[in-house]
């Protein structure tokens, strides 16, 4: 599982239209596409909206010539979370309503309403539709990208050398882990082998992990001390080399978060 | 039927990188075999395959004659054991006693056994004054030791050593050439080690394989293989000083013989001296 660490940036290193488009840009977009689908007041105009804005992903998700299925796996990943909250109001009355429709009677007294399963529904599609965003943003742009463009918005660099400091060690504890794993391979242990005592398996488990604590806390003090040899103080932070906007990229972006907001007005506003 | 040997091994890593192309490698009983390369040649690639911890891509690995399979993963295990290079990545027990008793106890021995075994493994590397301590507390050559003892506890026939002596003092470097070269004779052990110290290799190696870029680019003993210059310089090597210094001698017209270790080239500036007068 760990070694998937290494591969979960397969995809953001892809080469398209939308991979090149800068990392504010698309920070930006998904975060008004976001903003939009959320601030939509509760009715089913959501309904509307969502579609649209469900285009424009697709739009954008075809320009970034990934498969499918990427999207598709990364969703499946990510629903269960929503799933769980979105089945559940299907049972329950919300304030939305005054009166309430039984469409099914379970055991135990449970009802199904039929305006509950229309609140569930907006709900998943909210949730769908912000979900998208944040995969299209995760899957075709770098984490390191995605940093720099956050201090390049104006994030404070205690944030960003934090950040950057948290993706680079990131990897560095997945390759630590990884060989204290070979090792222990190495003398034969596997933690889900029967024929060792309980007792036992459980100890080396604890000593493991102890071990990683301390070596992580000595490589924090070594990294440290590094930093400070190189004159790391209040004022540090992460390089962030200034990067000027390109003309079509900034006409996409007016583009693109014009037609964000548009649709939105249009769809609360029309009867 | 050799004790450890790979058929045109083959790996690569998730991402499409090759590791290994074909490699060809054979091990003897009570062998020594150095393996040399630059850094990223595939080393400790080739290694991992030698006990299980990777799979070929293509190709096989026989260890007697036998494929490593599920159902001899454990005799392999026991039967080939590797020393990785950073000692603090294999020793996590709280004490020095315990750690070593870890490899034995995974095996399934009696308590009577893992507390011989111990014994032996820390008499063997002269670390009994330390059996009680602490990991974190014990300085590089002493963790090197006790990473070693791990291994040698499961007493294995191939001893795989990553890297040995990165990270040592040269007291330390002595000290574990030695105990090196008392394995195969003194215990019937096979040792096959990877360094970049090239004037380590005559003292500690019988025959040598020069990898590159996943490939064997060379192998052959001690001789063969530092008669060739140019092989070694175009894989980032170098001809280690002394067969460099004679060969430098022959060249300039001194009458002095090959030689590849520390007592073999004062043997030959002697009898080229005494020639002289």
Redesign the interface.
């Known amino acids: 599982m760990i ?1 998937d660490l ?2 979960i940036e ?1 995809y953001a290193y892809g080469e398209s239209i939308v991979h090149r488009l800068d990392a504010r840009i698309k920070l930006l977009i998904a975060l008004a596409a976001i903003v939009a689908i959320v601030a939509l007041p509760y009715s089913t105009k959501v309904y509307e909206l969502g579609a649209v804005l469900f285009a424009l992903f697709a739009l954008l998700w075809a320009a970034s010539r990934l498969p499918p299925t990427v999207y598709l796996r990364r969703l499946a990943l990510i629903l269960p979370f929503g799933i769980f909250l979105v089945g559940f109001q299907a049972f329950v009355k919300n304030p939305y309503y005054d009166v309430f429709h039984t469409i099914a009677t379970l055991p135990f007294g449970i009802e199904v309403y039929a305006e509950s399963v229309e609140f569930a529904s907006i709900l998943l599609v909210k949730f769908v539709v912000s979900i998208s965003f944040i995969i299209l943003l995760s899957s075709t742009t770098k984490m390191q990208d995605m940093i720099e463009a956050a201090g390049r918005l104006g994030l404070p660099r205690e944030f960003t050398l934090t950040l950057g400091m948290m993706v680079r060690y990131i990897f560095v504890f997945a390759e ?1 882990f990884g ?2 794993r ?2 222990m ?5 596997d933690p889900l ?1 029967r ?2 005592p309980y007792r ?1 398996r459980l100890h ?1 488990v604890g ?2 992990v ?2 990683i604590f ?2 992580s806390y ?1 490589q924090g003090e070594r990294t440290y001390t590094s930093m400070l040899c190189r004159g790391h103080g209040a004022n540090a932070g992460l390089y962030i080399r200034r990067k000027p906007l390109r003309h079509g990229e900034i006409a996409f972006f007016a583009a693109t978060i014009g037609f964000i907001v548009l649709s939105t007005i249009v769809v609360y506003l029309q009867p | 039927m050799h004790l450890l040997e790979t058929r045109d091994l083959t790996h690569i890593y ?2 499409n990188v090759h590791a290994l192309s074909g490699v060809n490698f054979v091990a003897e009983r009570k062998s020594r075999i150095a393996v040399i390369g630059p850094n990223g040649a595939g080393k400790s690639t080739l290694f ?1 395959h030698f ?1 299980g ?1 990777l799979k070929p891509t293509s190709g096989e690995v026989l260890i007697r004659g036998e494929p490593i399979t599920k159902e001899n993963l ?1 005799e392999v ?2 039967f080939v ?2 020393v ?1 290079q ?1 000692p ?3 020793i ?3 004490t020095v006693e315990q750690d070593i008793a ?2 034995p ?4 021995l009696d308590e009577e056994t893992v507390a011989h075994r111990v014994e032996e493994a820390l008499h063997l590397l002269g670390l009994e004054e330390l059996r009680g301590r602490v990991p ?1 507390h014990l300085s590089g050559g002493e963790k090197k030791r006790v990473a070693i003892a ?2 040698l506890a ?1 007493e294995p026939q191939v001893l795989v050593l990553d890297e040995p002596t990165a990270g040592l003092d040269p007291l330390g470097v002595a000290d574990l050439v030695a105990f090196v070269n008392r394995l195969p004779d003194e215990y019937g052990m096979t040792v096959i080690f990877s360094t970049h110290h090239l004037d380590l290799v005559a003292e500690m190696a019988d025959y040598i394989y020069v990898m590159d870029h996943g490939r064997i680019v060379a192998s052959g003993t001690v001789e063969e293989v530092f008669d060739r210059p140019e092989l070694l310089a175009r894989t980032r090597l170098d001809v280690p000083p002394i067969p460099k210094l004679i060969r430098s001698l022959q060249e300039n017209g001194v009458a002095i013989d090959t030689a590849y270790t520390y007592e073999r080239a004062k043997k030959a500036f002697l009898d080229a001296y005494t020639r002289r007068e």
């Open positions: 070694d290494y591969f397969k630590m060989r204290i070979t090792a391979e190495t003398r034969c242990f082998d024929t060792l036992y080396q000593y493991t102890g071990t301390i070596r000595e | 998730r991402g991992k006990n911890i454990r295990r026991k054991g590797i990785f950073n603090d990545d294999q996590f027990s709280p870890f490899g106890t995974n095996l399934g974190h791990g291994i499961m």
